[in-house]
């Protein structure tokens, strides 16, 4: 058997019989290096994450700032990859009951194959997949994949994201919602999107499935409020810059750690 079908659910479930709002921190698999990652993933969850987006690295990550950019640059030379990043996952899953969602792009899982891909993401505990650049119209086949063996296809959705098709998104995804909290590329922001909370309200309003708030949210207070309005806040570049800037593996492991303390301690009773 490989990943427990509904990790994420009864993570959101317990979320919100306690009044709190999930933290999903992201990091990039392999910066700076495997090692490292590992020890940041089990520091993340001691310190409060509910899930973690583990980012596989790729060459051309056409939605990512220039911090996630550097951090899969780094990670690609120190020889992450798809198969890697699952490898990491199976090694940890024994000692992380929290659910792991792989985010990153569709070349490597095509190349892979989709069923090849699904069967190994299932059987080491992946939870969850997202794929950043795979609208639904193509991605259906891999999306029945993953699904078949209890592993949720996670889907986007953007501010210029239309009523029509936000409908279709709440139907297909499973997990979460990923919401899109702005036109641009991922990277930290000094204040949240206009408007933020009323689209995500509106994007609530359609159906039970938790929606996440990502790109942009990148301080405690920001967490707070984000965490006001949605289920979930994913943090990706303002952490992995963190990492970017420590100068020993302890120094970031540490610091990612800290950070998300702080996210977390914010989204308890938001």
């Not at 690609?76 to 798809?82: D, E, N, P, Q, S």
């Not at 702005?182 to 922001?189: C, D, F």
């Amino acid at each position: 058997m490989g990943a427990a079908k509904g990790r994420l659910a009864a993570r959101f479930a317990e979320l919100r019989a306690r009044s709190e709002k999930a933290l999903v921190p992201f990091v990039t698999c392999g910066d700076p290096d495997l090692e490292t990652t590992e020890a940041i993933l089990l520091a993340l969850a001691e310190s409060g994450a509910d899930a973690i987006e583990l980012g596989v690295p790729f060459s051309d990550p056409i939605a990512e700032g220039p911090t996630i950019q550097r951090a899969s640059e780094r990670a690609l030379r120190a020889g992450a990859t798809l198969r890697r990043t699952l490898e990491l996952v199976k090694k940890l899953r024994p000692k992380l009951a929290l659910p792991l969602v792989l985010m990153g792009y569709a070349n490597p899982f095509y190349a892979m194959g989709e069923r090849p891909f699904a069967e190994a993401a299932a059987e080491v505990g992946v939870d969850g997949v997202i794929v950043v650049d795979l609208p639904p119209e193509e991605g259906e086949p891999l999306f029945a994949e993953l699904e078949a063996r209890g592993v949720d296809p996670i889907l986007l959705a953007a501010p210029t994201t239309t009523d029509a098709r936000l409908a279709r998104l709440v139907a297909r995804t499973r997990g979460f919602l990923y919401y899109v909290s702005l036109t641009g590329v991922t990277g930290a922001r000094a204040r949240l999107a206009a408007g933020l909370r009323e689209r995500v309200t509106h994007v609530r309003s359609l159906s039970d499935v938790p929606v996440c708030v990502g790109f942009g949210v990148s301080t405690p207070e920001q967490a707070r409020e984000v965490a006001g309005f949605a289920d979930g806040v994913v943090v990706g570049s303002a952490l992995v810059d963190r990492v970017e800037r420590a100068g020993s593996r302890e120094a970031a492991v540490d610091a990612a750690a800290r950070f998300v303390a702080e996210l977390k301690a914010g989204l308890r009773g938001a």
